[in-house]
């Protein structure tokens, strides 16, 4: 029977690399920021409109179809998931703060910054393994409870026709979804990649939001010009739900009046995007020297 | 030997304005303060475009109007809550971030001397901000129907400024306490300022009373911005007087309460 | 003797972690080395006596008052935290004059006090760099000086060599012998043993919460039983030496290294053992050129109260 030294051992196996470097990152994060009560509490009532919206698909699948004078909401119709997503839109604000604000900062502070890129990780690795951890929590309040209630909707109430006919609301789901978690990951990234403190980076998020949405709203009072809309970022979001659900949108309670120009808005979000990237870029892998 | 010690009131309150000094020094050192600056100029920046369209198309909206329509949506709704949350949270958390709270528990300060220093650093930084956001687009609006009107609105203007004094006053007190009581005051304060307040404050019989935007909208010379299915609810405003009271008893109740709960927490080093 | 700070039957808890189990000690003044492994309670330990922590029972008394929200005996002691704490913007100069101010002093008063004692920590060509700037060893002196500047009875040094060089240290290790012999009380926290063993000889040895010794090094090593005493000499008749030393009941053992001409002995009553060598060495007129104990110090202390 082999009897081992109780010393120091040199790892025999070999080194495997997979297909995405960064996934380490991104595991780790979503189970740190699990850890957290509170967040699982939060994340959990983030659900109830899921449930909210499940109650009314199985109500309406129960009203039967030759019912003339049934109510408009029990319809599930496309703008049925758009509703949903609108409002899960709003949840993102808080669920972002919570999951992304130290991500970049949090690194700074513990000077953990180094570890990563001492590690065969590029900045981009870096930057795409902390985004994620945000897009997922986003992405699991918003895309996941959407196509869960489309499927519920097709296994509660199959048509195939209805089926057919609105296949494209799951890229549309996958679409808005996808594009309303990155804009606001990486916003959110790039500020806590500029601050060094959590705090700051949570609180500016909210500031340029909110008065953004605040000017926008004071300047359109004045001069009823829809162009001003576009100086909001959240309305430039909200109007992204016209380019993928088409004229289903209109039918979101709030739709018409607080969105602009969807291609301009969509413009302009692109637009912020790619600065945030390149400053989010600019400011990993820096040195600072105190003098 | 320690009841010769006789730490004065006196000398309490000089390791007080020390503590205070300091604390504004390092806040606005900071590029935070020039950002919260330019938020604060925001209102400027509004009232500056409002004159630039307004000379390109006679519009009906006189500038008193438009102040009034900055100070109920942008300034009461907006501005104050950001400023307070921001600077209310900071002063006692970065002491706890960069760990230099235990320089100032191994001295003989107080812990009412060091809670009132940083509340009042606080206070004294967000009113300067307000008094700056709610004055300059004042000037500019006012001088944009007629000069005079910025002698004749003063009135207007000087309740506005109470109306922003005693908001940061209340805000600072509540985010002192929430940043001794709780590990995220910065996420809890914009919940409950963002959410509860904007939202319960529009609700009408006794639950609007438990905000701090009612009692301060109840002073308020402008009438509150809100959605038009909320301006439905028309919730009813208290009285002047009572609202001021109201509004300093509430901010005496949450220095309490943090000065309470600093004694009683055990501040450990990591 | 004279005690300046008393626990008794002090424990402290977090959630199910015991952190201190059931402490009862005076701290008498002078320096007293307070050691154990990471997670001993050390720092628990100058947590309550700073009374940023209550104990979850028992009693502390600092000057024979509750330490707990008791800012006015901040008067009487200096801490030196473990933790790297600094105010970034400031200068050296700006945070001892801060420090200083805290206290109390005017700020003409504060400036001056604040730089004489950065002179005195070697300090005075960087006082009008930001903290953040310096060095680790730097920030350890500017610890130090904040806690000096007041002139302190007593002293609490959490770990207060980390990060330093070697004269650092050394400078560290006079500036603490000098403290003590000016009256002071300080306690130092650390696991460096041989610094602690140059700063002093009374220690109170900690681990999982409990006290495991108390005392001078040399005594609480002439207790532990289980262990026997080694003693190195070396000598040109080392076997002859060796027949010698067997005569006594104390010895249970001997190793005879001819060709280094050393014996290494065992025993286990070293205060006799010692008496007998000399007497041993005198009548037979041994040449020994070197005597050494190489476990007569804080390091096996440890080792063997901590196993």
């Keep these: 029977m082999p009897i081992f030294e109780q010393t120091y051992r040199k790892w025999e196996g070999t080194l495997k690399t997979t297909g995405i470097r960064w996934l380490p990152i991104t595991k780790m994060g979503i189970k740190q920021t699990f850890k957290k009560k509170r967040f699982l509490l939060f994340f959990i009532g983030c659900q109830i409109p899921f449930l909210v919206f499940a109650i009314r698909l199985i109500i309406g699948a129960l009203v039967p179809e030759s019912i003339e004078n049934a109510p408009e909401f029990l319809k599930i119709t496309p703008s049925f998931f758009a509703h949903f997503l609108w409002i899960q839109s709003s949840f993102i604000f808080i669920m972002t703060i919570w999951s992304g604000a130290n991500l970049i900062n949090g690194d700074y502070q513990s000077n953990a910054l180094q570890l990563y890129l001492s590690k065969p990780l590029t900045q981009l690795d870096y930057i795409l393994g902390k985004l994620s951890i945000v897009a997922f929590f986003n992405l699991a309040i918003t895309m996941v409870p959407a196509i869960l209630l489309f499927i519920l909707h097709v296994l509660i109430k199959y048509d195939k026709n209805w089926f057919i006919q609105n296949l494209w609301v799951i890229p549309a789901i996958l679409g808005i979804s996808l594009a309303v978690s990155v804009i606001h990951s990486l916003f959110i990234l790039c500020l806590s990649a500029i601050t060094t403190n959590s705090r700051f980076s949570a609180i500016t998020y909210f500031i340029i939001l909110v008065l953004t949405d605040g000017v926008s709203d004071l300047l359109y009072h004045l001069r009823r010009v829809s162009a001003l809309l576009t100086i909001s970022i959240s309305n430039n979001i909200y109007s992204l739900f016209g380019i993928f659900f088409g004229k289903h949108a209109a039918k979101i309670p709030d739709y018409s009046e607080n969105t602009a120009d969807p291609y301009y808005g969509a413009a302009i979000l692109i637009v912020l995007c790619v600065l945030c990237y390149f400053v989010i870029k600019k400011r990993v892998g820096r040195i600072e020297v105190i003098q | ?270 | ?307």
């Design chain 3, 1 to 307: 003797m004279k005690t300046l700070i008393n626990f008794e039957n002090v424990s402290r808890w977090y959630g199910e972690v015991i952190a201190l189990n059931d402490i009862s000690i005076n701290i008498p003044p002078g320096v007293t080395g307070l050691l154990g492994p990471n997670g001993a309670g050390k720092s628990t330990f100058l947590n309550l006596v700073t009374g940023r922590l209550n104990p979850s029972k028992g009693k502390v008394t600092v000057l024979g008052e509750d330490p707990r929200n008791n800012f006015k005996l901040a008067r009487f002691y200096g801490f030196v935290p473990e933790q790297d704490a600094y105010y970034e913007k400031l200068s050296g100069l700006d945070f001892m004059t801060y420090m200083a101010q805290l206290h109390g002093f005017e700020r003409k008063a504060a400036k001056r006090a604040s730089m004489e004692i950065l002179e005195r920590h070697n300090l005075i060509t960087h006082m009008n760099k930001p903290v953040a700037a310096y060095s680790k060893g730097m920030r350890q002196r500017i610890k130090l000086a904040q806690a000096l500047i007041h002139d302190p009875e007593i002293l609490y040094l959490d770990e207060p060599m980390n990060g330093m060089d070697p004269i650092g240290r050394n400078e560290t290790i006079d500036l603490v012998k000098k403290l003590s012999s000016a009256g002071k009380t300080i306690i130092v926290s650390s696991h460096i043993l041989h610094e602690v063993e140059a700063m002093t000889q009374q220690i109170i040895l900690m681990h999982n919460g409990k006290i495991l010794a108390e005392g001078i090094v040399q005594e609480i090593r002439g207790l532990i039983d289980e262990y026997p005493h080694n003693v190195i000499i070396h000598t040109d008749r080392a076997r002859e030496m060796a027949s010698q030393l067997l005569n006594y009941d104390d010895v249970i053992d001997i190793n005879i290294e001819d060709k280094q001409n050393r014996l290494k002995v065992q025993s286990k009553e070293p205060e006799k053992f010692y008496q007998n060598l000399v007497a041993t060495i005198v009548e037979n007129g041994y040449n020994v050129t070197y005597i050494d104990s190489p476990d007569d110090n804080l390091q096996s202390v440890f080792k063997y109260l901590v196993k």
């Design chain 2, 1 to 270: 030997m320690l009841e010769a010690v006789r730490l004065s009131y006196k000398k309490q309150l000089s390791i007080s304005v020390v503590i205070f000094r300091m604390t504004v020094k390092n806040i606005i050192k900071t590029r935070r303060t020039l950002f919260m600056f330019l938020i604060s100029a925001s209102t400027l920046l509004v009232a500056l475009l409002y004159l630039v369209l307004r000379e390109s198309d006679n519009m009906g909206i006189s500038g008193y109007a438009f102040f009034a329509y900055i100070m109920g949506t942008l300034q009461i709704r907006g501005i104050l809550l950001l400023l307070s949350v921001f600077y209310g949270s900071t002063v006692f958390s970065d002491e706890l971030d960069r760990k230099t709270l235990v320089y100032l528990q191994s001295r003989p300060v107080s812990g009412w001397s060091l809670l009132l220093a940083k509340y009042f650093s606080s206070f004294a930084i967000t009113a300067v901000l307000l008094v700056f956001s709610t004055t300059a687009p004042y000037l500019v609006l006012m001088a944009a129907d007629n000069p005079a009107d910025i002698i004749k609105n003063l009135d207007i203007l000087g309740i506005d400024l109470l109306v922003m004094l005693l908001g940061a006053a209340a805000y600072n007190a509540l985010m002192l306490m929430a940043s001794i009581l709780l590990k995220k005051p910065v996420l809890w304060g914009l919940t409950f300022t963002l959410l509860w307040e904007n939202t319960v404050v529009n609700i009408p019989a006794l639950i609007n009373k438990f905000t701090l935007l009612h009692w301060l909208q109840s002073i308020f010379p402008h009438p509150a911005a809100t959605n038009e299915f909320l301006s439905l609810l028309n919730p009813k405003p208290s009285s002047i007087q009572t609202s001021i009271t109201m509004l300093l008893i509430l901010t005496m109740i949450f220095l309490l309460v943090s000065g309470f709960a600093y004694r009683r927490k055990e501040f450990k080093l990591n």
